[in-house]
C-alpha cells in the first residue's frame, strides 16, 4: 500500500501535490494499493471543506485511489495502542503542565540549545495515572540506541535517542500527535513505502520507534524529497504565488501541465513534456536529485503552453468555454498566450460589443462602412485587404491598426492574415 496524506489545513501546496503524484505513480508501477488518508486529527487546525477540495484536486489530476480514509476514524486505535504502552512501561504518564513545558522550551532557547523533555515524570506508573483520569498525557520513552533506515533518496540516516526524545502521544484530552496517529495508521494500513516532504524527516525516526515499541516487525521503506524552493532559495510559504494548487489552476495552468512540472523539477526525465501515464513507465525515484528544486513559474508557463499546443480546436473551446469554432481561432492566440486566463484575455474582446479606435475613429468608420458595402467577404486576406484599401484610400498603420481594433477588439496580436478566415463571419457583425 502506497498513501498520500494531506491534512485538511489550508489550500494544497504544490509540494503536497507533488507528494501525491508520485505516491500515485509508485502504487501504479508496484501494482499496489493507493490509499488517501485525510489526517483530520489535528481538529483545532482544519479547515471546513478543505478535505472535499484536496480529493476534487486529486480527481482534476487523474490521481485515482482505491481507498479514503480520514484519520479520525482510527481514533480508538491510537487510544487504545497508547494505553497499551503505558501498560507495558513503554510510556509514561506525563503531568506537566504547558505552562511548565512552555517555560522549559523557552530556557532551552535562551541557552541556545534545543529543547528536549526533562524526563521529570519518566519514572511515573501507570497506578498513578488512572487515579488522575484525563490530566496527564502520555509520552513514548525514548530509545535506548540510534534509530537508523535507510532513506531512498537521503541514503543512510541515524538519530540519536537524544533527538528522538521522549515525546508525547497521546494528548491530556485523548487526541493522538501526529506522529502517534500517522505511525499507527501507516501501520494498519500495510503500507510498505512513504514518500514525503523531507520537512518530515526528523518525524521518521519517532513513528519508527512507535513502531518498534508496538512490535511491529515489518520495515516500513521512506524516500523523503527535496523542498520545493522559491526563487530566492527560501522554502515556499503557503501564501507565496504559485504555491497554492488552487491558485494555479484558478490562473488557467492545466493540471496536465503542473504535474509535468512537478514530476520534472529535480528529476533526470527522458522527455521534458509529458503525461501522467507516461511517466508511470519510467519514473524512478533514483533519478530524485537530493538538492532542493527552485519553484520556476516561467517554465511552467513554457510547460502550459506546450500542453495547451497539444489540445485540438474542440478541446480548446471547452477549456475555454467558447463556441467549438472558436476553438481554432483561440489556437492562433498561443503564440502569445501561456495560460487559459490570458487566452480568454485575448478571445474576449473580439467577441465583445464595443470597439475602442482610441486615435482611429475616424479612419475605424470609413473601414466600416467599407466593409458594410462589400457583401460576402472575400475568402483571401490580401483580396480583402486590397478592395478594403482601394475603397477608403488609407495606408499603413492608418489602415492596419484601425483595421486591427475593429477584427480583434485589440490593437496588438497575431497577424492579420493568420486570423482572417476564422473572423469573417465575426467581422460583418461588428461593423453592423
Ligand atoms: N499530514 C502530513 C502533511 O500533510 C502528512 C505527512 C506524511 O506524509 O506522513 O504534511
Redesign the pocket.
Known sequence: ML?????PTGDLHIG?LR?ALINYILAKQRREPFLVRI?DTDTQRNVEGKDREILEILQRFGIEYDQLLYQSQNLHFHQQLAFKLLQEGKAFPCFCTPEELERERQRAKEEGRPYRYSGKCAQRSLAQASRHPGKFSIRIKKPEAPITFQDRIKGFISFDPFDVDSFVILRADGRPT?NFA?AID?MLSDVSL?V??E??LS?TPKQIHIRQELGYSKAIEYAHLPMILNQEGKKMSKREQGASVRWLLEEGYLPEAIANYLLLLGNKTPTEIFTLQEAIQWFDLANLSRAPARFDLEKLRFINRAHLRRKGPQELAALLGIEPAQGALAAIYLEEASTLKELRAKIEPIFAKDRDLGEFEREGELLRQAIAGMGELPAEFEVFKGQLMEATGLRGKQFFKPLRILMTGLAHGPELHLLYPHLRDHIQKVVQ
Open positions: 498513501r498520500f496524506a494531506p491534512s503536497n507528494v489526517e501526529y500517522c501507516d512513504v514525503r516532504g520537512d518530515h518525524n
